[in-house]
C-alpha cells in the first residue's frame, strides 16, 4: 500500500484491520511489524489490540529480519508490514531477492503479507494500492468510523518483467 500524500490513510487501515471497541477487526489475528516504532497503541482500544502482536523494530535491517522469521513460523495468517517511517536509502538497500524470497516463503504458508511504505518498494508485488483519504482539517475531530468511509484504495498498475 502506498499512500496518496505523507502517510495519508496508513494508519486509518490499521485502524480498521483492528476494529473498534467490539473488536470486530477483518483478522481475528494479526501481526504489525512496525518498521520505525511509530505505532501509537494508546489510540486504540484494549480489544482492538488485543487481537495485535505488535514488533517494534527501528530499521529495515530489522523489520526484513523479523518479518521473515515470522512468515517462515506459518502460523500467521495476515503479516502487516509498516515501512512509512523509514528512509528511503534504508529501504532501498534492501535486495529484491529478499522480497521474492519473501513472497515465496508467504505463498507456500499461505499467509497473507501486507508492505506499507510512502513510495513503491516491493519489486515483486502481486497488487500495489494507492490510499487516499482526502482529509481536511475540518475532519480533525471526526470519528474514526467517518474517517475510514473516507479511505479509498486505487489499484496501480504493476510493471511485469517477460
Known sequence: MIPAGPVAGILLMVAGLLGEDDGAGL???MVLVDGADGFDPDSFVDAACSKLLWVRCRSALEMIKAADLLIHDGNLPFILLDATGLDRRELGDIPA????RMKQTAERNGSRVVIMAAAPLVPCAGLRLMLSADLSLRHFDADR??????LRPVSQSLRRAT
Open 27 to 29: 483478522q481475528p489475528e
Open 97 to 100: 531477492s529478499a522480497w521474492w
Open 145 to 150: 468510523s467517518e474517517l475510514l468511509d473516507r
